[in-house]
């Protein structure tokens, strides 16, 4: 897989540091996005910004454009949904699908709304993509794809995924999608599976984790190999962290390999205020995701420590707070630089999906 354009910073909502290890922010307070260059003692370093977007909260960065969606999701009915790109400043709300892009529509009241990602984006000069919005429909996953050319847009609701069921409770899928390696995943709480959505057929299919790691509620993370871009998975497990890769070959576990695993207790021994014993220290610290920059970094949260970025390789341990003494929030987006820049993208290009 070809190198990632430039990296540029993070889009993250801020949130709040409790006082003390045992007051926990509120879970309802919902900071405006902000974004932290990667060098932030560079005078050359972009300062990009979302103004306009209170009251929406950030589901995907891809592609040099930023996705939203209103804070509170409807029932029934897609919501409307909010897309900028940041070095432009050029943004567009796209409104709700017609009432005629699902004719005879018998699931509205079987709805449940997911979450929405970037699909594909135009040429640079332009505020031009497709978007796709995930719903369960009764017990079968369903996309509904926005194009966006122009200032006009237009929906079309493709038909139920019958291929896969979705025999649980909608309300375990995370609404935020994880770009990595080509595809589209949600991450299911308390799963062993993965939701995966391929962006070219628009098919769905389950990824099944390592049997090894079991079903249990923030197990695993998806995500990239930072040296070549391979679907790779972290893992947390009695302090022990493990990174896998997928490969189909002889000798794997449902399909991945284990690649690295480390020891952890040490690193986390250097959290300040920490609890020493095991069970006080499992329930809280916990792996939250791997860094879409491809910068060999995971990102841990903790019940009122802090949040912190691992480097996998240097086993550098760093504490991620704002300027104004907020604490990063999750999740932390990776901003890379849209690719090819406009002066360099033939007029009728489009962006690959990398």
Known sequence: MAAPPPLLGYFFHPADTPLTAHIVAPIAALH???FVPLDSSSPSSPRLSLDGTKGFTIYDVHLGLVLLLPASLPSGVLPRILVLDPASRRRALLPQPPRDALPGDRWRGLRHIIGAAVLSRSHPSRLCFDAVCL??????PRAWVASYRDGECSWRA???DTGVTVAFDPFWFEGRCVHAAGD???H???SGRLLKLDPTTLSFSYLLAPSE???RNKKFRIGEAPEDGRLGMAAMEDQEMQFWVRGEASGSDNG???????????VFDTVPGLPRDKLSRT???WLSDIDAGRTGKLFFETEGYGRYSFHMDTGKLERLATEDGKEYGHPIYAYFMAWPPAFLAPEKSEFPDS
Request: net charge neutral; hydrophobic share 45%.
């Open 213 to 215: 790691l079991g079903d």
């Open 188 to 190: 299911i709480c308390n």
């Open 32 to 34: 405006p996005a902000a």
């Open 283 to 285: 329930v809280s610290i």
């Open 184 to 186: 589209i995943y949600w």
């Open 135 to 140: 719903t369960v429909d009764d017990e079968n």
């Open 256 to 266: 991945w390999f284990l690649q690295k695993r480390m020891n952890m207790r040490k």
């Open 158 to 160: 493709l038909p139920q």
